[in-house]
């Protein structure tokens, strides 16, 4: 039977029509995917960084954190995982910066303290001797 070649061609662009349509199907159910892992360690980065004083030391940074993992909490709670993944990335980025700058300062302040407590040893002993 001889089929013609117009009619090979459109089949072909058929199946490689589909191919590519389930190709891009697949893809996009691949990344809908709910960011769960992501979303706990981001609300966990936020509890370490509340944990560590952020909240004294560093306030803005961990309302921005806690901000945004509300935004990530809202974009879930639509299926909106992208989004959702976005801000829960952002959100333990700046936790983890609002527990830094807390466990400087808290590093910082134990250092005064001894550094205090040393000079007040050195003006004892200095007091003693004279």
Request: proline residues 3%.
């Amino acid at each position: 039977m001889n089929i013609p070649t117009n009619y090979k061609t459109k089949s072909l662009m058929s199946k490689v029509g589909i191919a590519i349509g389930s190709a891009v199907m697949l893809a996009a159910c691949a990344g809908a995917q709910p960011p769960l892992d992501q979303m706990a360690t981001s609300k966990a980065a936020v509890n370490t960084a509340i944990s560590t004083g952020a909240n004294e030391y560093a306030p803005i940074q961990i309302k921005s954190a806690m901000e945004k993992m509300t935004n990530a909490e809202k974009a879930m709670s639509e299926k909106n995982y992208e989004t959702a993944k976005q801000q829960a990335e952002q959100a333990q980025v700046d936790a983890q910066l609002a527990t830094a700058i807390a466990r400087t300062a808290k590093a910082k302040q134990a250092a005064d303290a001894l550094q205090e407590d040393s000079r007040i040893l050195h003006q004892e002993l200095n007091r003693k001797t004279n």
